[in-house]
């Protein structure tokens, strides 16, 4: 899944936490109880996943769920709020490849988008 924001800050806070859609619109009902709509507000809140993308259009940024650290595919100062893999390592070694994939798909966006 993609995963967009306004700013590398969010993505990194919403990441940890979870979110809303921007465009949800949730109003209890008149004759719903509290639970039935916390039920409902509980199922609309999303969670970024291991391995997922977050993308930040106004930075230009790209990062992946890295376990609980959305780490970006740009080096410093690029990768805005976001941490960055060991200048000694490669997403290839990164815990032995498992994220690789999904760096292929992030830069596979970020040429599209013309950041690389």
């Not at 709509?37 to 106004?58: K, M, P, T």
Request: glycine share 6%.
């Amino acid at each position: 899944m993609i995963h967009y924001f306004e700013d590398s800050g969010q993505a990194y806070d919403d990441s940890q936490t979870g979110y809303l859609p921007d465009d949800l619109m949730l109003v209890k009902l008149e004759n719903e109880n509290t639970d039935t709509f916390f039920a409902r507000l509980d199922a609309a809140f999303i969670e970024v996943q291991d391995g997922e993308l977050l993308v930040v259009e106004s930075e230009q940024n790209i990062a992946i769920m890295v376990s609980a650290w959305p780490t970006s595919i740009f080096e410093e100062p690029r990768c805005g709020a976001f941490h960055t893999v060991r200048e000694d390592l490669t997403w290839q070694e990164v815990s032995d490849g498992k994220y690789l994939a999904s760096y292929q798909q992030a830069v596979e966006l970020a040429r599209e988008k013309g950041w690389l």
